[in-house]
Structures are given as structure tokens and as C-alpha cells.
């Protein structure tokens, strides 16, 4: 059976892009076929149709509108798939020149994947999208990551072990590795998309090449110094970018190479366990970010996630971003605020257009930052802010020529005209001139005709088949048809269209006049992306002192709201924090018109471990303690004022926290394999500069198995990590080690008890608790009467046998029956004959003499 021209060409783009769906350009649809509709229209909500046949077979299609493509888009994305996007190369007369069953010219202009986006629509604009590449040569691994969307550029060495931390710390979106490579369950586990490349993509001779072309330089070296592998990572990015975009490469900026030990390290469990900048339901809400978060522009916005993502672990670092916070702590930042905050985003509208993707509003945002970091230098440039915004200036020649050819606000496409600003181009207000001038020239011919023939309903009008022309009703043709001057040009059923010579001359003049305009918009258009194209390095300059501003300020506006204070961050082993507050339960409890109640530690030790075992009933804030420490500790090394009177933070180099309960059953975990496995990594990696969150060690097996695990990881980090560390836990009998271990000191949670009630102080002490209140808690959970009775019998005659027989529980089981089946309630009592004969008096109604007879009656029904 013989394929259609069209549907041989469709096969053969698709062989393109087979792992991709093909988005296939018919007017004003983007058409899916085969197996690539059958998945969409089942990813997207939408109907399967059918159109002819292939071999024998119905050909399955669905289609989505071109204008509302980037909706569909976001949707399949999010789903999984890759897009191929297949555009008309040429127009259909174009074709038609050809011959005139000639197939229109097409070709893949993209490929749509996770790492690769760059419209708004598609993007989160408070958060960086990173695409990744990872490289391993001779046992050295390596991870590029790039955010084509900005221009943002890096590189690290990364061997396997710290490539998943790596990953969690950037939320990647999408990892090129090589293919067959093994690290792709790494990747997936992340959330992040796989995606194979050959092995000549990472060759670290052709890469070194590929970014030698890119930046246009003759060396790397001034980039810095880069081993094979990062070479590799780098080069495989580069590729595949240029592969996803079919030769258009976004403006990179010069990698930054980020060198081990800049960043305080933290593994993908600690992220997830201390809610950095995503919550328990996935998004931000819940998080640390989103406690803090007060940025007020775009670029500021991914500045903070990347620094909460990635605190800082040098000292210089450190203390210059909390110098500049300091000053807009002091300083009055209302102004320079809302000045902020009319910034757009440049550094994603300076991506779409190096990709040419970019429309008039994109250049109108560069024109709108330019201007608004102008005004920024000219407040700030006489004042001691400790920021170097030298980088606002030097583009004024480019600002001035953007304000001059763009209108205020310019439409959304090129192609809706009316971007370029009268007077800027006199060959384009020209031909405006002659399009609007004809327009009413036709209006006042229409008028003219009117008085010629006497018909008040002539009309003259256009569409796209028989340009412009004059209708009249059949009744009133036969007076026109007897004028020369009026051409028959179509009848309808009720209606009679002409044309005149004067007519034809002014459509060719309106015609024309149109498309200049339209052309020189476009001409001038072009320019003015060239011209901000050619200010590119400075562009990004200028968009990063912004957000560095931005972060400063929100920062410091959170530290006066808040009333946060600043704290010492420097070299030695010292962690004090005076008065300290959790920055995320702090909100929720003020929205809920509830105190904070504030804390103390202290984990300072020049030299050995320092180690805080904590105790305490369930429900007291001990998970709340251990969590806002570690919170603190993130906040100082990004830059931030802490949520505390006072704190003296010494540099800590990783962080890890083991909280909470959670499974892997994907990947036949049990609650306590994870939970041993996240144990392991602490206990295998912390060094003395690390600060260590334990919560519960032990508690997902037996009880002596729990306590015999707890104890002896409490022994290692003490005697082997000798690393700063809060430890939690419900094994009263550790509390012994404070005794024996120099490094370990005994804390507590308060409680009072009250009538039988148990009431949380949320106070830490120090000293250890004697029970834990579980039973207590349960009961406020709601447990039944019966069961929390019956757990109460239990822990007496538990507590009562370690007493009498030295912990011997099996002893005290075998005497006391403890888990035999509890008996059933017994059901409610029937109401007494008293009680029925209550319910029918009417005390108000009893005179004194029968109140005593009823007196006499109700005793003998009692008895």
C-alpha cells in the first residue's frame, strides 16, 4: 500500500526523535500520530480521532492548538515525556512553487525536555531549573550543571558517593550521563530524568574543543583549571544542549568551578528530614524557604533558594553577606525595596533571546532593568553599603536606545506590530502614515460612493480572498451595473460585490504599506536584539548585583520583623545558642496567636565531641529542639540572621539529621532498614566539624536490640566522629553514659503534671527525664478508655517487675499474662429503678412534705 507524501515525511522526521512525541506542524495545529497520540491524548485529557490509513492500519491522531502548545507541554513534561517540536520550514505558497501536491518543507526546530526549558510558562520564576551531566574518567567523577534559562554555569568535581547529596542539593531536573552507565537509579530516585549520551560526547579532548568554540577564547585557563572529568561533564552538557536546541545555543555564562569544602555538605535524607526548601507535601509551604522567604524579584528569589540550598563554609563568605545584611538591618530600605520590586526578570528574558526565542516584552524587560538598577546606583552609589554594585552602571547607552525605540508597553508577538516607538525609525512612521491614512481614505470613499449612487447601505469591505471591495444588496446592483465605474467582481445569495480602478490602487497602496511597517518592525527588531546580545556578560552582572541586593534587603527586613540578631560565625569548634527558635513552627504558631517557647544550647568543644543527649516524653518538643538547631546553624553559614538572642556558630562543615519514621518499599526497605541505612552514612562520614541530629535511634526493632544500637552509635560518634551532636532518644538508660563518656552531658524536656493531666513546658533543661508519658500522650491522641486503661495496667506491673526481679522481664511475663487477649468491655449497666423513677419528677413542682416522701420511696426502691 503507497504512504501519502505527507505521511512519508512525518515518518521520517519521527525517525528523528523515537524516543520523543513528535509535535508535527499543520497550520494551526501541532498533529500527533500513531503511538505518540495514543500516549498523549491519554497524558493530556484529550480525543483520540482517527485519519486514513498505514498499511491496512487506522492511523490514530490527536492535536493540540499552537497557541495554547506551552499548557500541553508543561503537562507532558511533568509526566515524563520528551517533546520533539516539528514546525512548518516554509509557507504553503512557498510549497506550492514546488509543484501543487508539493509537501510543505518541515523540520524539528527543538526538543522539549525536563533540563531544557525556557519559556515563563513553563518555569518556576522563584526557582533555578538545572540540567546536569555526569562523567567519570579513570575513577574521577565529575557533575556539570547549567540552567539554560539563565545562563548560570558550574562544575565540581564528584565522585560516585557524593553525586546523589550533589543532585538533592541542586533539585536537578534532568542528568546526561554515559550510556550504560549505572548510576541512572541515583538519578531517578531524585525525581530527577535520566538521559543517555554516547560516550564521544564526554571524550574530554573534543569536549575541551566544544567550550574552547562556545565562550570564543583560546584557552579555559582563565575559567580556571579543570581535570578530564569535569572537561567531560562540561563538554557532554554543551552537546546536549546544542543537540535539544538544533544549533541554537542559549548565552552561557563562563563556567564557575566549584571547589571541595566552599559548601557546608548535606546528604539528600538531611534535606528531605529538616524540610530545607521543600515541605512534607512536596511544594514550599512548610519548608525553611518558605519561612524566610521575602525576596521581592525573581533572580533574588533563586539567589536565597540556591543559598539555602547551599550554605556557605568559608568564613570571608560568611561574614561579607551578613555585613550587607547587617546595613539594610539599620539602614531604611522601604524605598529601595519598591524600587526592587519593579524589576523584571533579565537574565531569563536575555536566555530567550540568544535563543531567539524572545519577544518584544523581552527586550522591554531588559530596557525596565537597566533603568531600575540605574536608579538603585544613584540612590546607594554615597552610601556604605558593603555590596559592590558597581555592576548597575555602564549600560546607559543601551538603556537609552531601548527607551527610545520601544513603545511603554509593548504587545506580547512581533507580528501584533505597534512594538516600535513613533519617531525612533522615520522610514516606519512613514509607511504607518500611508496604512493609517488609507484606512481612512477608505472610509471617506466609502462616504463618496454612498452620495454618488444614492445608496445609503453601500458598504466597502475586506477579507482575505478578494481584498477590498463594495457590497450592496442585489436590489440596489442593477444601479450600479449601469456605472462604468463599478466592476462586477461576485454575487452572493443576497448580496452583489464591485470594485473600482481607484479601489485597487488604494488596496495596493494600504497593502503594501502594511507589510513595511511590519518588515521594518521586524528589521528594527532584530537590531535592538543584536544590541542587547553584545551587552550580554554585563546584562548578567547587572541581574546578579540586583539579586544580590534583593536577598540583603529581604533578608534584613525578616531579621526587623521578626526580631532576629546576628550571629558570630567563625573557625573554631563552638555552638552556642542563646534563646533560640524554630523559624517554621515560629510562623505557624503565630498565625494561630500561640508563643514560641524559646531554647538554649550549647555544643561548644575546642576539642573532642560535644554531644547533648536529650529525654523526654513524646508531644515536648524534642524533634522541634533538635531541628531548629540545625536550622540555625543553615541560616548563619548562608548569610542569615538566626532566629535567636544570640548564637555563635563555629563553621560546621556537614550536616546530617536522622528524624522521623519513613519506608522504601520501592526498593524493599523497611521503616528500620532506612533508617539504619541513613545511621550508617552519618556514622561513615561525619567528621569533628560536622553537627549530627539523632532522633530515635533504635526504636523500629526490639527493645533491647533499639537500645544495644542506640548505645553504641552514641559510643562512635563520641569516640571516633567526636563531631558536635544532639541525640534524642526514649532509652532512659543511656543517660548513664554522661557519666563515663567526658563529651556526652544529659538534657531533658519539661513536663508538670496536674491532677492526673501531664502538661508539655517545651523547656529544655538540663538533667534526664524519668518516664516518657507515652501513655499519657496516648490518651490525649483519643485512644479508647479501654485501651488506655489496659496500657496503663501493663506499664504498672512492667514498672513493678523491673523493680522486684532486676529487669528480668521474661520472668515477670511468665507470672503476669501480660499478652493474653484484654477482655471485652463490659456493656453499659441497665439504668436502676431509681433512676427511672428521677427521670419523672419534676423538683420545681414538690411541695416539702412529698420531697420527703419521695425521699422514703427511692430508698426502698434502692434497697
Given at each position: 500500500m503507497s504512504v501519502t507524501p505527507m505521511m512519508a515525511q512525518f515518518l521520517e522526521i519521527k525517525a528523528e526523535a523515537p524516543d520523543a512525541l513528535l509535535f508535527y506542524r499543520m497550520g494551526d495545529f501541532y498533529e500527533l500520530f500513531f503511538d505518540d497520540a495514543v500516549a498523549a491524548a491519554a497524558a493530556l485529557d484529550i480525543a483520540l480521532t482517527k485519519r486514513g490509513k498505514h498499511l491496512g492500519e487506522d492511523i490514530a491522531m490527536c492535536g493540540v492548538p499552537v497557541h495554547s502548545a506551552?499548557?500541553?507541554?508543561?503537562?507532558?513534561?511533568?509526566?515524563?515525556?520528551?517533546?520533539?517540536?516539528?514546525?512548518?520550514?516554509?509557507?504553503?505558497?512557498?510549497?506550492?512553487?514546488?509543484?501543487?501536491?508539493?509537501?510543505?518543507?518541515?523540520?524539528?526546530?527543538?526538543?522539549?525536555?525536563?533540563?531544557?526549558?525556557?519559556?515563563?510558562?513553563?518555569?518556576?520564576?522563584?526557582?533555578?531549573?538545572?540540567?546536569?551531566?555526569?562523567?567519570?574518567?579513570?575513577?574521577?567523577?565529575?557533575?556539570?550543571?547549567?540552567?539554560?534559562?539563565?545562563?548560570?554555569?558550574?562544575?565540581?568535581?564528584?565522585?560516585r558517593v557524593r553525586l546523589g547529596p550533589e543532585l538533592a542539593r541542586l533539585g536537578v531536573r534532568e542528568v546526561v550521563l554515559v550510556e550504560g552507565s549505572d548510576v541512572g537509579r541515583v538519578i531517578e530516585d531524585l525525581g530527577a530524568a535520566a538521559t543517555p549520551l554516547g560516550a564521544s560526547a564526554f571524550d574530554s579532548g573534543s569536549a575541551e574543543a566544544r567550550l574552547l568554540?562556545?565562550?570564543?577564547?583560546?584557552?579555559?585557563?582563565?575559567?580556571?583549571?579543570?581535570?578530564?572529568?569535569?572537561?567531560?561533564?562540561?563538554?557532554?552538557?554543551?552537546?546536549?544542549?546544542?543537540?535539544?536546541?538544533?544549533?541554537?545555543?542559549?548565552?552561557?555564562?563562563?563556567?564557575?568551578?566549584?571547589?571541595?569544602?566552599?559548601?557546608?555538605?548535606?546528604?539528600?535524607?538531611?534535606?528531605?528530614?529538616?524540610?530545607?526548601?521543600?515541605?512534607?507535601?512536596?511544594?514550599?509551604?512548610?519548608?525553611?524557604?518558605?519561612?524566610?522567604?521575602?525576596?521581592?524579584?525573581?533572580?533574588?528569589?533563586?539567589l536565597l533558594e540556591r543559598r539555602v540550598s547551599a550554605p556557605s563554609a568559608v568564613e570571608s563568605v560568611i561574614r561579607s553577606r551578613l555585613d550587607a545584611v547587617d546595613w539594610a538591618v539599620s539602614a531604611e530600605t522601604g524605598a529601595l525595596r519598591d524600587a526592587l520590586r519593579r524589576v523584571p526578570d533579565m537574565d531569563r528574558a536575555l536566555s530567550r533571546l540568544s535563543l531567539d526565542r524572545g519577544g518584544p516584552r523581552d527586550l522591554a524587560a531588559i530596557r525596565d532593568g537597566l533603568s531600575a538598577a540605574d536608579g538603585l546606583h544613584a540612590a546607594l552609589h554615597d552610601s556604605d553599603l558593603p555590596l559592590d554594585i558597581s555592576d548597575l552602571v555602564g549600560l546607559e547607552g543601551l538603556r537609552d536606545l531601548l527607551d527610545r525605540a520601544l513603545v511603554a508597553e509593548p504587545p506580547l508577538m512581533l507580528r501584533d506590530g505597534g512594538v516600535v516607538a513613533p519617531g525612533h525609525e522615520p522610514e516606519l512612521d512613514e509607511a504607518r502614515r500611508l496604512r493609517d491614512e488609507g484606512r481612512g481614505v477608505i472610509a471617506g470613499l466609502q462616504q463618496t460612493y454612498v452620495e454618488a449612487t444614492g445608496i445609503a447601505s453601500l458598504k466597502i469591505k475586506h477579507n482575505n480572498v478578494l481584498g477590498y471591495f463594495i457590497e450592496t444588496t442585489a436590489t440596489h446592483a442593477a444601479k450600479m451595473r449601469g456605472d462604468d465605474r463599478f466592476i462586477h467582481r461576485q454575487t452572493t445569495a443576497n448580496q452583489v460585490r464591485f470594485t473600482t480602478v481607484e479601489l485597487s490602487e488604494l488596496e495596493t497602496r494600504i497593502l503594501n504599506a502594511g507589510g513595511l511597517a511590519q518588515e521594518i518592525e521586524e528589521r528594527v527588531f532584530a537590531a535592538l536584539r543584536r544590541a542587547v546580545l553584545a551587552e550580554a556578560d554585563a546584562i548578567f552582572a547587572a541581574a546578579r548585583a540586583l539579586a544580590e541586593l534583593d536577598v540583603a534587603t529581604a533578608l534584613a527586613d525578616l531579621a526587623r520583623g521578626e526580631g532576629w540578631s546576628r550571629p558570630v560565625v567563625d573557625g573554631s569548634r563552638a555552638f552556642r545558642v542563646e534563646a533560640g527558635r524554630h523559624p517554621v513552627v515560629e510562623r505557624a504558631l503565630k498565625r494561630e496567636g500561640a508563643p514560641f517557647v524559646a531554647n538554649d544550647t550549647e555544643l561548644s568543644a575546642e576539642e573532642g565531641a560535644a554531644i547533648r543527649l536529650l529525654t523526654g516524653p513524646n508531644m515536648a518538643g524534642k524533634s522541634t529542639w533538635l531541628r531548629q538547631n540545625a536550622l540555625i546553624a543553615v541560616l548563619a553559614q548562608m548569610g542569615s540572621f538566626v532566629p535567636?538572642?544570640?548564637?555563635?556558630?563555629?563553621?560546621?562543615?556537614?550536616?546530617?539529621?536522622?528524624?522521623?519514621?519513613?519506608?522504601?518499599?520501592?526498593?524493599?526497605?523497611?521503616?528500620?532498614?532506612?533508617?539504619?541505612?541513613?545511621?550508617?552514612?552519618?556514622?561513615?562520614?561525619?567528621?569533628?566539624?560536622?553537627?549530627?541530629?539523632?532522633?530515635?535511634?533504635?526504636?523500629?526493632?526490639?527493645?533491647?536490640?533499639?537500645?544495644?544500637?542506640?548505645?553504641?552509635?552514641?559510643?562512635?560518634?563520641?569516640?571516633?566522629?567526636?563531631?558536635?551532636a544532639l541525640f534524642a532518644t526514649h532509652y532512659h538508660e543511656m543517660t548513664a553514659l554522661a557519666a563515663r563518656l567526658r563529651g556526652v552531658e544529659n538534657a531533658t524536656v519539661a513536663v508538670r503534671e496536674w491532677e492526673g493531666e501531664v502538661i508539655f513546658l517545651h523547656e529544655v533543661r538540663d538533667g534526664a527525664a524519668d518516664r516518657s508519658y507515652g501513655v499519657q500522650v496516648a490518651r490525649l491522641a483519643g485512644l479508647p478508655d479501654a485501651v488506655v486503661a489496659r496500657a496503663r495496667e501493663v506499664l504498672s506491673a512492667l514498672e513493678e517487675g523491673e523493680r522486684e526481679g532486676g529487669g528480668k522481664a521474661k520472668a515477670m511475663i511468665d507470672d503476669l499474662p501480660l499478652f493474653r487477649a484484654a477482655p471485652a468491655p463490659a456493656p453499659p449497666p441497665k439504668a436502676s429503678g431509681v433512676e427511672a423513677r428521677l427521670a419523672e419528677v419534676l423538683p420545681d413542682t414538690l411541695s416539702p412534705r412529698e420531697a420527703l416522701d419521695l425521699i422514703y420511696e427511692l430508698k426502698g426502691l434502692s434497697g
Open positions: 506551552e499548557s500541553y507541554l508543561m503537562t507532558l513534561i511533568r509526566k515524563g515525556f520528551r517533546v520533539a517540536v516539528c514546525e512548518q520550514l516554509e509557507s504553503p505558497e512557498e510549497a506550492k512553487k514546488r509543484g501543487s501536491k508539493s509537501v510543505v518543507k518541515r523540520g524539528i526546530v527543538r526538543l522539549v525536555t525536563p533540563g531544557t526549558l525556557t519559556e515563563d510558562t513553563l518555569l518556576e520564576a522563584r526557582a533555578n531549573n538545572w540540567l546536569a551531566a555526569f562523567a567519570e574518567v579513570r575513577g574521577q567523577g565529575a557533575l556539570a550543571w547549567a540552567d539554560i534559562s539563565t545562563g548560570a554555569f558550574h562544575v565540581a568535581a564528584c565522585p568554540r562556545l565562550f570564543e577564547v583560546e584557552t579555559l585557563e582563565g575559567f580556571g583549571s579543570f581535570d578530564r572529568a569535569e572537561l567531560g561533564a562540561m563538554g557532554a552538557l554543551v552537546e546536549y544542549v546544542e543537540l535539544t536546541q538544533r544549533g541554537r545555543l542559549p548565552l552561557l555564562r563562563p563556567p564557575r568551578r566549584e571547589a571541595a569544602g566552599e559548601l557546608m555538605a548535606i546528604d539528600a535524607a538531611t534535606r528531605r528530614n529538616l524540610e530545607l526548601v521543600r515541605g512534607t507535601s512536596g511544594g514550599r509551604d512548610g519548608s525553611l524557604l518558605w519561612a524566610i522567604d521575602r525576596t521581592v524579584t525573581a533572580g533574588g528569589a533563586r535567636a538572642e544570640a548564637a555563635h556558630i563555629g563553621i560546621v562543615s556537614q550536616l546530617f539529621s536522622r528524624v522521623g519514621a519513613s519506608d522504601d518499599l520501592a526498593r524493599g526497605r523497611s521503616t528500620f532498614m532506612v533508617e539504619m541505612v541513613e545511621t550508617a552514612a552519618i556514622l561513615n562520614q561525619a567528621d569533628e566539624r560536622a553537627l549530627v541530629i539523632l532522633d530515635e535511634i533504635g526504636r523500629g526493632t526490639a527493645t533491647y536490640d533499639g537500645l544495644s544500637i542506640a548505645w553504641a552509635t552514641l559510643e562512635h560518634l563520641h569516640d571516633v566522629n567526636r563531631c558536635r
